[in-house]
């Protein structure tokens, strides 16, 4: 039986299938984040002010929304990595508030594995989270 997760991707419920995910480029990107991605993106005990950049779990709910499919949401976020672009942003309100994000000194396949280790949820979820959420409670509203 397919593990399947029901999610509450900003405010849409999402449903994803965990079957197909590939195990060794989730392990290959939890490998990498620490290094690559939770500089910025780390939570711990900063609260949501004190961050250099959005929350993963805030940025995979967003992902999520938009992509709820597993290849076009590590799709969608490889592109992004490789090259990103305010106007390819999927969260304007935060780049707004961080500023676009420095692109990330590793190879097409690295960013692949980051991507499906996001999709695949592991990523640290705030204790402000609920908070989080009131922030972004109208980003429906611009799809």
Not at 111 to 135: C, D, F, H, M, N
Request: net charge negative; aromatic share 10%; with cysteine.
């Amino acid at each position: 039986m397919p593990l399947v997760l029901l999610l509450a991707a900003c405010e849409k419920r999402v449903e994803i299938d965990l079957s197909s995910v590939p195990m060794d480029a989730i392990k290959q990107g939890v490998a990498l984040m620490p290094t690559y991605c939770h500089t910025c993106h780390r939570v711990g005990e900063l609260e949501i002010d004190e961050m250099l950049a959005p929350p993963l779990w805030g940025v995979r709910a967003h992902y999520l929304a938009y992509f709820p499919d597993a290849a076009a949401f590590v799709d969608a976020m490889t592109e992004f990595l490789l090259e990103p672009q305010a106007e390819k942003s999927l969260l304007p309100l935060e780049v707004a508030h961080y500023g676009l994000k420095a692109p990330v000194s590793l190879a097409e396949a690295e960013l692949r594995s980051v991507a499906w280790a996001i999709y695949a949820g592991q990523v640290e979820r705030p204790t402000w989270s609920r908070e989080y959420r009131k922030r972004h409670r109208d980003c429906e509203a611009s799809w």
